[in-house]
Each structure stands twice: as C-alpha cells, then as structure tokens.
C-alpha cells in the first residue's frame, strides 16, 4: 500500500530514537548552513556591486568560503535525508511534493557544485561568467522552496 508522511513510523529500523532526532537534528543544521552560505553569498554581491571598480580582494576572498559552506550544507542535507526516508519511511514514495522537494534539492547540488566550480576558476584568474550572481542568487529562492515544500508533506 502506498504511504503517506503521516505514516512514519517509530524509528524501529533507524537506530532508536536517538540516532532518529541527531539525523533530524543534522538535517535542519544543514539546512542552516545552506541558507547561510546562500544569504552571505548574496551579501558579498551587493556589496561587491557597490564597490564602484574593482571589488577588495578580501570581500571577494569570502565568496569561495560561502560556497564550500554551501557544498558541506547541501551534501549533509543529501546524507542525513536519504537515512531518515529509509529509515522512517522504508524509501517508500511519499507523493507528489516530496518529489518535487527530491527534484529541487537535486537542482540546488549541481548549483551549488557549479558555483564552486566558477569560484575555483575564479580563484586561477579566469573571471566568473556574468550569469554567475544570477545563478548566486537562485539558490536562495530553492532552499525556500524546497522548505516550503518539505513543511508541506511532513508539517
Ligand atoms: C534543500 C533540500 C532540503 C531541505 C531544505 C529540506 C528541509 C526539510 C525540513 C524543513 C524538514 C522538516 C519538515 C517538518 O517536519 O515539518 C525535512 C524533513 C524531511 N526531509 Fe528534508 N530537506 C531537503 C532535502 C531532503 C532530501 C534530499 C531528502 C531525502 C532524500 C529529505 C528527506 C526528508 C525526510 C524523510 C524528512 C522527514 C523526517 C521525519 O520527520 O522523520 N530531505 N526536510
């Protein structure tokens, strides 16, 4: 039969209720790591853009920071996920929004891994393409997305 978010259940194969609340626990820090890599990114833009010429080295020296911040943030989020759908739900499909929220956090790892790819380039003299803010930005906007929608099929 096919499950729902409302039939979680009580972390028999996970562990025990410890292991269930750290990985719950690590979820939501990586969440924070995430959205602090994306708002700090966004921060270092803005005030790039307002530098008039050339932005200081050392505000453009946080941008590679943020991102790794970002990669630790998105790539926790993967692992502790995928434990806690396997071991409180059995992997088992839990409808439309949670594979939407699947697909918005598959999109904002390979935006991110870009990102530092760009930052890398960056870092050996290449100067970032002009969309590079653009792509910055949006992942923000996934991050409350996928919030939006993860408060949407376990709220
Ligand atoms: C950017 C990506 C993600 C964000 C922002 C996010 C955010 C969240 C939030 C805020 C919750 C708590 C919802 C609530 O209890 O009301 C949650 C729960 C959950 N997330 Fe994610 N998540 C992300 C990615 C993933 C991925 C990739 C997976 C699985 C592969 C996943 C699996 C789960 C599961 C199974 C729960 C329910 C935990 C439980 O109550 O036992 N999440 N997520």
Redesign the pocket.
Known sequence: MRKHAGD?HDAANSGGPAMDGLM?FL??FA?ML?AGAGFGNMMVAMQARCAGGAPPAALLGLRPLFGRLGLAG?VL??LT??W??IA??DAAPLGWAFVA??A??AL?LAVVLALNAIFARAARGTPPPAWAPRLGQSTSVL?VI??AL??YV??
Do not use: E
Request: no cysteine; charged share 15%; proline share 0%.
């Open positions: 979680r719950k979820h939501l969440l995430g998105i989020i993967w996920g995928l806690l759908w409180d739900y929220k699947l918005v956090a904002l991050t996928a919030v993860a408060v376990f709220g």
